[in-house]
């Protein structure tokens, strides 16, 4: 019987670590990919609910990111899309301005700092909404979206708001964001009953959340500091061959050691699964059936810490390893240009959750059709992944050109389809 109840037990076991395994298959670009991939041929053989798919009008959509990306950066050496972008304000990068500001003792001391800086700002960086505007001090610009986002929080940070020492501004501690007061945000943002801004009370929460997690983990926060969200640095710098670090390696330390912090979402085995949704149609023979992971914010912010890691002396490679951003401009590119045509107009009148049938196969075709378009984009230029990766076709690029034809179509340049944002998606 000792036997009997050890083999179950190691049975039981097995099967615990196979659900896990299978769980975290899911926590990487690769398994976002592939199943966006599958999510297209379904769409393509017309069994999708929501969409139909014209391939046919995908050339049109290169020309359309090409001509942004030649207006934007003429002699097509173009950056990654990542948040130190719109840290940029009138031909000022304000984050090198910080930088340069600073004593850092080593380079790993400012890696840290940019980590905190990017982290919080990219968890900052859902949809702000039409309405609000940010009041820059230096320019007296009123500054809306992601744009606005991205100031407002490196004001945040210049400021130490998420410092606990004001002598050391330039840090997120981890017991000061845990403790971060609705209030506060409110007052970073100008937050007003007439410049609203959507999901704040989200935002706020993720923050604490993140300050929470960061605290309880010093074996991966905490390695040459206090705890704080840059120290994932130290975590990621330590896996480093060769000094050389994938970007799919950055990804999946974010979404390792990040993922609790999303609210209210899909766990299998007792893992955190993040930005993933059910989706019927998409049919696996194990228990990720109907899961459609898409990390979104997770991969924007791997984007975003490629140069800090850069900056410290490390060689990021496989930069095509992460995958297009299943977000709104890059997703109304396609259906303003008619890629993606609605089966029932009406629905571009409804607002749509987030986990709807309609927002998930909209945000995975939209990585699908990220890899074609960039097949496309290089033919056109003579590039290849190695000299123009995806991430520089999204910064020069896809995102531009879907907030182009969005202002073209509508005047508040709102994307074509309404969802319900809880400021922690998009």
């Known amino acids: 019987?000792?036997?009997?109840?050890?083999?179950?037990?190691?049975?039981?076991?097995?099967?615990?670590?196979?659900?896990?395994?299978?769980?975290?298959?899911?926590?990487?670009?690769?398994?976002?990919?592939?199943?966006?991939?599958?999510?297209?041929?379904?769409?393509?053989?017309?069994?999708?609910?929501?969409?139909?798919?014209?391939?046919?009008?995908?050339?049109?959509?290169?020309?359309?990111?090409?001509?942004?990306?030649?207006?934007?950066?003429?002699?097509?050496?173009?950056?990654?899309?990542?948040?130190?972008?719109?840290?940029?304000?009138?031909?000022?990068?304000?984050?090198?301005?910080?930088?340069e500001a600073a004593s850092w003792p080593d380079r790993a001391a400012r890696a840290r700092a940019e980590f905190d800086l990017a982290i919080v700002s990219v968890l900052l960086d859902a949809g702000a909404g039409a309405a609000?505007?940010?009041?820059?001090?230096?320019?007296?610009?009123?500054?809306?979206?992601?744009?606005?986002?991205?100031?407002?929080?490196?004001d945040m940070f210049a400021s130490g708001l998420f410092s606990r020492d004001t002598h050391t501004p330039f840090r997120v501690d981890a017991d000061v964001l845990a403790k971060l007061p609705l209030a506060a945000l409110t007052s970073a943002f100008q937050v007003t009953d007439a410049n609203p801004l959507l999901g704040l009370e989200g935002r706020t929460d993720l923050l604490q959340r993140l300050g929470k997690l960061v605290a309880g983990r010093p074996d991966v926060f905490g390695l040459h500091d206090s705890p704080r969200p840059g120290g994932l640095f130290d975590h990621i710098a330590v896996q480093a061959k060769g000094g050389a670090i994938a970007a799919s390696a950055i990804l999946a330390a974010v979404l390792n050691q990040l993922g609790?912090?999303?609210?209210?979402?899909?766990?299998?085995?007792g893992i955190p699964l993040g930005d993933c949704w059910r989706h019927p149609a998409l049919?696996?023979?194990?228990?990720?059936?109907?899961?459609?992971?898409?990390?979104?914010?997770?991969?924007?912010?791997?984007?975003?810490?490629?140069?800090?890691l850069q900056r410290a002396g490390f060689d990021v490679i496989d930069i095509d390893?992460?995958?297009?951003?299943?977000?709104?401009?890059?997703?109304?590119?396609?259906?303003?240009?008619?890629?993606?045509?609605?089966?029932?107009?009406?629905?571009?009148?409804?607002a749509h959750a987030?986990?709807?049938?309609?927002?998930?196969?909209?945000?995975?075709?939209?990585?699908?059709?990220?890899?074609?378009?960039?097949?496309?984009?290089?033919?056109?230029?003579?590039?290849?992944?190695?000299?123009?990766?995806?991430?520089?076709?999204?910064?020069?690029?896809?995102?531009?050109?879907?907030?182009?034809?969005?202002f073209a179509r509508r005047p508040d340049g709102s994307p074509p389809l309404k969802v319900i944002s809880d400021g922690t998606v998009f």
């Open 1 to 99: 019987m000792a036997w009997s109840g050890a083999r179950w037990k190691n049975t039981d076991q097995a099967m615990t670590e196979a659900l896990e395994l299978q769980a975290r298959s899911l926590l990487s670009a690769a398994a976002v990919r592939a199943r966006a991939e599958q999510m297209l041929v379904i769409g393509l053989n017309g069994a999708l609910t929501h969409f139909t798919i014209d391939l046919d009008r995908m050339d049109g959509v290169a020309e359309a990111v090409l001509a942004v990306t030649r207006k934007a950066y003429p002699t097509l050496e173009i950056p990654f899309h990542a948040r130190w972008r719109h840290f940029v304000l009138d031909g000022v990068d304000r984050s090198a301005r910080l930088a």
């Open 132 to 154: 609000w505007r940010y009041r820059d001090a230096v320019t007296e610009q009123g500054i809306g979206r992601s744009e606005g986002l991205a100031i407002a929080s490196i």
């Open 260 to 269: 609790p912090i999303w609210p209210s979402r899909l766990e299998l085995a």
């Open 283 to 308: 049919e696996t023979d194990d228990t990720t059936t109907g899961l459609v992971p898409l990390h979104k914010l997770s991969q924007w912010l791997s984007y975003s810490l490629i140069e800090p």
């Open 321 to 350: 390893g992460l995958t297009g951003l299943a977000e709104y401009r890059n997703g109304g590119l396609f259906v303003d240009h008619e890629v993606l045509r609605l089966r029932d107009p009406a629905d571009a009148g409804r």
């Open 354 to 406: 987030v986990d709807s049938l309609l927002v998930v196969e909209w945000r995975a075709l939209t990585v699908a059709l990220l890899d074609r378009l960039a097949d496309l984009v290089r033919t056109k230029l003579g590039r290849t992944p190695e000299t123009l990766p995806l991430a520089s076709i999204l910064e020069g690029g896809t995102w531009a050109a879907g907030r182009a034809i969005a």
